[in-house]
Every structure is written in C-alpha cells, then in structure tokens.
C-alpha cells in the first residue's frame, strides 16, 4: 500500500508548530519574560517549520526524489520584473484599500490605524520579510501544492491547501489575539476566507511562472501591512467582502486564459 505522504506531512507540521508555539515561545514569554523584538525573532523561528520539517524529513515525505532536483523545480520558473511586483502588489493593494474603505465608515485618517511600534522601521520590515514568507513557502507552496495537484484540479487543490494553511495558524488565533470576546467569530471567519483565497491567487501565478518567488511576494504583501496595523474587527470583514469579490473575478479570468491556451494549442496541432 502507497504511503500517504502529504498526510504525514500535514499531520507532522501541525504537531510541531503548535510543540514550538506552547514550549518555545510560551517559554520565552512566560518564563523568561522576553522583549517584543526577542520574540518576534522566536515567531521567525516558528514560523520556519514546515520548512525544517520538510528539509530534515525529507525521506519520510518525498523518498522518491532529492532535495536538490526538488528545489530547482520549485524556482525553475523565469522570473519577470512586472509580474514579480503584480503579486506583491495585489494583496498589499487589497489591504490598503480594506483599510481606505474602514477609514472612510469610522471617520478617522488612515494613518490613524497605523502604529509603527517601537522597532525601527527597517528591522520591521526585514522580520516581517523572514518570517511566513519565507519560512513557509517552501512546504505550503512547494511540498503540498505538488501533493494536491496530483489528486485535484486546481480549484479544489487550491481550496484545499489554503485549508490547511489555514487552519495550521488555529493555536495563534487563540494565544495571539486581541478578539477574545465575540469578535473572535468574525475574525476566524475572515482568516479562513481569506487565506484560502491568497492561496488560489498564490497558485494562479505559480501555474504561470512556477517559482516561490511570487508566492513569497504575495505573502510578503499580505503581511507586511498587519506588522503596523492597529484597526478593530470591521477592517477584517471588510478585508473578507473584498477577497470575497477579487478572488472569483481572478479565477475566472485564470480560466479564461487557460481555455484560450487550450484552443489555441489544439488549432496548432489542427
């Protein structure tokens, strides 16, 4: 009987991260009362685990292929200037017109909802670049988009990864959150809405491009953003509305282009 790979792995990442959340980071705060940048450095660390898991129990996931041919094929994809901009640029676009629009229904500048905290700005940045972007894309979009797209079509696959993306944050949702009280509900809501649809906007440019580049961008995009915001739970379902709307309308023009491919390589071979 054919090992089941991707459940190992999912199964694995999930007890690990949530192992690294409760003993390491709960340590250093709870314990050793660590400063902010301390433990945004332990959150970087975390957040790199599907990619520790993957890289050290490589045989265990992928025993048929080596980590070298592995990862050449996950950045062998060209990578282009404008598209490259276009996927950081899309979930940092979607944020920042979410936080327009909630600007506008409370009355308030948007720059009011911005704090830069006491880390510099640079530094900022550069964690944030560190972090899930980096750190994870390798498994999410690498590893498990394979695994899926073998069993799936792109939507379901897509639905699917963006599931278990999802759901893999669930321990931070409750020990690294603000809405403890009924704005818990919306807020989860808006997590699982939203980051399954940055996954169908992840795959639909990597099944143009296929480098982690552009996912690594869009994530980057996405979070960059929430390292300064300081907004209530209305930015968070006015982000969902949007991705709500923007995530149908890029799919359908992926299967546009896909079905305008297909008739056009079939008319060659006519």
Known sequence: MKSNYLKKYIISSYILVWMLIIFVAGTASLVFHAPPVIMWVVRNLIAWSPTYLLLIGWKHFRPDETRTAFMKRCFSGKVKLLPLLLSFALTFGISVLSLFIFSIMTG??????????????????????????????????????????????????????????????????????????????????????????????????????????????????????????????????????????????????????VENNDSGERKIKE
């Not at 560190?130 to 069993?151: A, C, D, H, I, Y």
């Not at 989860?188 to 996912?215: D, G």
């Open 108 to 257: 308030k500048p948007m720059l009011s909802y911005i704090n830069l905290g006491t880390t510099a700005l640079p530094l900022s940045i550069f964690l944030s670049f560190t972090s899930g972007p980096t750190g994870e894309e390798l498994g999410w979009r690498g590893f498990m988009r394979e695994e899926f797209n073998r069993k799936y079509g792109f939507l379901k696959s897509s639905v699917c990864q963006g599931l278990v993306w999802c759901f893999w944050h669930t321990l931070l949702w409750v020990v690294d959150s603000e809405f403890t009280d009924w704005r818990a509900i919306p807020y989860v809501i808006s997590n699982v809405v939203v980051i399954t649809s940055i996954t169908v906007l992840m795959n639909i440019f990597l099944e143009r491009h296929n480098n982690l580049l552009y996912s690594v961008l869009l994530h980057f995009g996405f979070n960059i953003l929430y390292v300064f915001l300081d907004a209530d739970i209305g930015f968070f379902v006015i982000l969902t509305v949007l991705y709500l709307v923007i995530t149908p309308i890029a799919v359908l023009i992926r299967n546009k282009t």
